[in-house]
């Protein structure tokens, strides 16, 4: 058989009505061999102890010691143990398939985009997120109620589809100043930090190193060496980017309180306060610092070594580049 997409171990939370709420995946793997492809080939669904007991030789067996260890683990779980195979890279069917999914982007299996996950928003369940795990919205004032009984209080973090990404993994290599502001599902590279003020939703990231005081929505990727000055923002696919994926390349600059609507290239720079979209009329100056052309900003997507700034006087939208002005007018007219 060919390998799985993905599969993964599991602890699912449920409501009293037995729904899932959300799944703990504690070492979900990616990419799988076939030889261990055809260990996991049937192996789905609710388990019992025994069947964790026979999966765990099965996996030692195959020289997967880490999953052998695991199952070993989880047979001792006091809630209730799924396996989750992802055959091929499809939609998800189930809240177990989409925490799956979330899970191999936040543990850097994959990058975003590389998994689909049409239909995810829909699946999830919202949920309040407390210091007691997820609880159902309806069952959540009788929880309350029990605990002030008890003299304690049931802390509510949020109410929300996504809980936080450190509640399931935590990155090797990476700072989060509050861990609230980064959901599950984001992918966080090496050397990242993210700031009180930074934001990485589902479904986008960094590839580190950088520094993250912005916000990343869903669907952004950013470049390696790449930061996002304080309070920036990033338009996603839920806010308004349609299908364009929005994208940050190496070693830019977003300033603080800037904004980005558009893919950006390598090693360019937008100036604080400014926001670049798709249709923002720019001014592309030569090295003499003359206008020599007027274009939408989506002309410039994706193109390197761009400086986005404002004119002082005029409030004009310029863009600076170190090329010249035949070389970048050739660019200019190829996108014609």
């Not at 409501?15 to 492809?37: E, I, R």
């Not at 007991?53 to 996996?59: F, G, N």
């Not at 980064?182 to 986008?204: D, K, P």
């Not at 839920?238 to 904004?259: P, Q, T």
């Amino acid at each position: 058989m060919s390998s799985l997409h993905g599969f993964g171990l599991g602890i699912v939370s449920e409501n009293a009505q037995g729904a899932v709420l959300d799944t703990f995946y504690p070492q979900p793997v990616a990419h799988l061999s076939d030889a261990l492809s055809n260990v996991l080939s049937g192996v789905s669904g609710r388990l019992d102890a025994a069947q964790l007991a026979a999966l765990s030789k099965a996996l030692e067996a195959a020289g997967d010691s880490a999953g052998a260890g695991l199952a070993t683990q989880l047979a001792a779980a006091e809630g209730k143990v799924v396996a989750t195979p992802l055959a091929d890279n499809a939609p998800p069917l189930s809240v177990e398939e989409a925490y799956l999914k979330l899970h191999l982007i936040s543990h850097r299996w994959v990058r975003p985009h590389e998994t689909d996950l049409t239909g995810l928003f829909g699946l999830l369940p919202t949920v309040a997120w407390t210091d007691q795990g997820p609880v159902d919205l309806e069952e959540l004032p009788q929880r309350q109620l029990e605990a002030r009984l008890k003299g304690s209080v049931l802390e509510v973090s949020s109410v929300d589809k996504f809980p936080k990404m450190t509640n399931y993994v935590v990155p090797a290599g990476v700072r989060i100043a509050h861990t609230a502001r980064v959901r599950l599902g984001a992918y966080l590279g090496e050397g990242t930090t993210v700031m009180h003020e930074g934001f990485i939703n589902f479904n986008a990231g960094t590839e580190g190193p950088g520094m993250i005081e912005g916000r990343i929505s869903a669907g952004v990727w950013v470049g390696e060496g790449s930061d996002l000055g304080g309070g920036c923002s990033t338009m996603g696919t839920l806010s308004g980017g349609g299908d364009i994926v929005i994208s940050v390349g190496k070693e830019c600059l977003i300033g603080a309180n800037a904004g980005l609507g558009i893919p950006l290239g390598d090693r360019c720079t937008i100036e604080a306060g400014l926001f670049v979209t798709a249709g923002t009329k720019v001014s592309v100056l030569d090295e003499g610092g003359d206008t020599i052309e007027t274009v939408s900003a989506r002309t410039l997507a994706g193109r390197s070594d761009l400086l986005f700034r404002r004119h002082s006087s005029t409030g004009a939208v310029q863009c600076l580049t170190n090329k010249s002005a035949i070389e970048l007018n050739e660019m200019l007219h190829a996108n014609n």
